[in-house]
């Protein structure tokens, strides 16, 4: 509703603005019309964004201004400038290109650009080979090509253990929550039948109360607080969402390969006793710019955890997924520079390290 208020808003002031500058194109008129619908277009948004989420409608009013109608503004403006500036109308009409390419990427292509990346942890603690996946930020309102896409490629990996980070499911109420069991529990049922280890899943912040129940009918054990589990070959500490955000997460000393599991990476920054710790989330930021990475993490770690590998100082590893989906609801639906992610990562042991002989030197 407030999207299409702001559309209603601002499609008029967007004509006047190309009315104004068609009586005298002028390089200054230009200036000021582009001026005048990007402060009210901000202006507006900050309005709004008032009556609905602070944060992310704001954010999706601001991209309708960016890539919509800044760009149509931009179009026009070159037209009407090509013959008395042609220069300006010229750079008007790449910058414009220059937008509306962005928003084809960012919405259309980006966002369904999976990426599986591999990680490598070798250690002394690690029994036997193992091949672990980690699964976060699913958050889809839909199921179609690429969600099944997704699964498929899990599946072809093989993976021993698979460790799902929540968020799984957004769409707009509960009845279509339920909708879309049927078609998660289908495609996630065969990977977590093929894992030797089973999955651990835990509860993310978009999902309902009634999250545990997708896990039914899947081998799968779904940690609604926080638990550790000795599997055998390792051992997995789940944590609920409030304790991914602890200060003091309740993670135990455990003999062995430790792994931790939790929605958010905060917990990380708690020095707790383990060998890996994963997390999601983050989406990446799910806009990163070169050379300052994600515009927004929603988290106390620091922004360089907030995606991909980080050596602890305690010497754990911190691995963060950049996630599958996209926030949904009022947030605009948008990659950028930040491809979904399917993390694998392949454990295996390591020879110990002896201490040296007192006395020699080798």
């Known amino acids: 509703m407030l999207p299409a208020t702001y559309l209603c808003l601002m499609i008029p002031q967007l004509v006047l603005c190309l009315a104004v500058l068609r009586r005298r194109p002028t390089p200054w008129r230009a200036l000021l019309v582009h001026g005048c619908l990007l402060l009210c277009g901000g202006v507006l948004t900050a309005m709004l964004g008032l009556f609905g989420n602070l944060l992310f409608l704001p954010m999706q009013l601001a991209a309708w201004l960016v890539f919509l109608l800044w760009p149509v503004l931009l179009l026009g403006s070159a037209w009407l400038l090509r013959g008395p500036h042609p220069r300006l109308g010229w750079a008007m009409a790449a910058l414009a290109a220059l937008l509306l390419l962005t928003a084809t990427w960012s919405m259309g292509i980006e966002p369904r650009w999976l990426q599986i990346s591999t990680q490598r942890i070798s250690s002394p603690l ?142 990380a920054t708690a020095g707790v006793p383990a060998d890996l710790l994963l997390a999601g989330h983050i989406h990446g930021g799910q806009v990163r710019l070169p050379g300052y990475g994600p515009v927004l993490t929603l988290s ?48 295996t042991p390591a020879a110990a390290t002896s201490p040296p002989t007192p006395g020699f030197t080798p």
């Open 126 to 267: 690690i029994r036997e080979p193992l091949r672990l996946a980690l699964v976060a930020d699913l958050q889809t309102d839909h199921w179609g090509r690429f969600e099944r896409r997704v699964f498929e490629g899990l599946l072809e990996q093989e993976p021993d253990l698979v460790l799902l980070a929540g968020d799984y499911l957004q769409p707009d109420d509960l009845p279509a929550w339920f909708a879309l069991l049927p078609d998660l529990q289908a495609a996630l049922g065969p990977v977590c039948a093929q894992a030797s280890l089973g999955c651990v899943a835990v509860r993310g912040d978009v999902d309902p109360d009634v999250w545990a129940v997708m896990f039914d009918p899947i081998q799968a054990r779904a940690v609604a607080s926080s638990r550790t589990m000795d599997l055998g070959s390792l051992t997995v500490t789940a944590l609920s969402p409030q304790d991914a955000r602890s200060a003091a997460p309740p993670v135990p000393a455990v003999d062995g390969f430790h792994v931790v599991l939790g929605h958010a990476p905060d917990y």
């Open 300 to 347: 106390r770690v620091p922004r360089g955890w907030a995606a991909g590998r980080t050596d602890l100082p305690n010497g754990g590893t911190l691995l963060v997924s950049r996630g599958l989906g996209m926030e949904r609801g009022d947030a605009p639906r948008l990659r950028l520079f930040c491809r979904p992610e399917l993390i694998i990562i392949d454990l």
